[in-house]
Nanobody
Framework: QVQLVESGGGLVQAGGSLRLSCAAS????????MGWFRQAPGKEREFVAA????????YYSDSVKGRFTISRDNAKNTVFLQMNSLKPEDTAVYYC?????????????????????WGQGTQVTVSS
């Protein structure tokens, strides 16, 4: 059982930047991977990025690669998502997730059922 709290969302103009944070507490040893997902109105929740706690290996969705950067501070049990060059289509509720899963393939880290802990979400709105 891991508790996750996201923060850092807000309103930003297209081309701007935001930095999201996800603070983890509880049984953090039970998770090996942290991920960011997002859900826009009327759409299904989709994968954004993931990082392994140990090695810091990362995966990104094609839609955010080159613009977003996921990182972690192991000592503080915190994961970050730096979002640059934001576009209106990035508007969504962003969720942090944690799970015990092998960090081997994009299919594994994209599968939402592999994550057993989820935050409450933080709203990101990008205006034109």
């Amino acid at each position: 059982q891991v508790q996750l709290v996201e923060s850092g969302g807000g309103l930003v103009q297209a081309g701007g930047s935001l930095r999201l944070s996800c603070a983890a507490s509880g049984r953090t040893f039970s998770s090996t991977v942290m991920g960011w997902f997002r859900q826009a109105p009327g759409k299904e929740r989709e994968f954004v990025a993931a990082i392994s706690w140990s090695a810091g290996s990362t995966y990104y969705s094609d839609s955010v690669k080159g613009r977003f950067t996921i990182s972690r501070d192991n000592a503080k049990n915190t994961v970050f998502l730096q979002m640059n060059s934001l576009k209106p289509e990035d508007t969504a509720v962003y969720y942090c997730a944690a799970g015990l899963l092998p960090f081997r393939t994009v299919v594994i880290v994209h599968t939402q059922s592999n994550y057993d802990s989820w935050g409450q979400g933080t709203q990101v709105t990008v205006s034109s």
